[in-house]
């Protein structure tokens, strides 16, 4: 069993950054794929993005692409979500999950564990 616990989240001006964290516990995270994913009120749970074993394994989802840094450090094991130039629209709660296999995923339901999330507020 895997156990996440996100931090980081917080207020912040359109234009600022946030550095979200994904502490892991239970057993090493290195042989897991892992993921930011986020969910605003009323809407679906969406996918940020996904890292497999290194930085040559990262997809992201377009509207991140530029704005939007992962990264993972196995020896904390702990997966970083670095953002950057942040809009009222990147407002939701995120989440970090981790799938049973090295390859990314897209999809809420390719993972196996989650955290309770950490909620990101971009005032106007």
């Known amino acids: 069993q895997v156990q996440l616990v996100e931090s980081g989240g917080g207020l912040v001006q359109a234009g600022g950054s946030l550095r979200l964290s994904c502490a892991a516990s239970?057993?090493?995270?290195?042989?897991?794929?892992m993921g930011w994913f986020r969910q605003a009120p009323g809407k679906d749970r969406e996918f940020v993005v996904s890292?497999?074993?290194?930085?040559?394994?990262?997809f992201y989802a377009d509207s991140m692409k530029g704005r939007f840094t992962i990264s993972r450090d196995n020896a904390k094991n702990t997966v970083y979500l670095q953002m950057n130039s942040l809009k009222p629209e990147d407002t939701a709660v995120y989440y970090c999950?981790?799938?049973?296999?090295?390859?990314?995923?897209?999809?809420?339901?390719?993972?196996?564990?989650w955290g309770q999330g950490t909620q990101v507020t971009v005032s106007s």
């Open positions: 999950a981790a799938r049973d296999t090295i390859r990314i995923g897209v999809r809420p339901d390719e993972y196996n564990y």
């Open positions: 239970g057993r090493t995270i290195s042989n897991n794929a």
């Open positions: 890292i497999g074993r290194s930085a040559s394994s990262i």
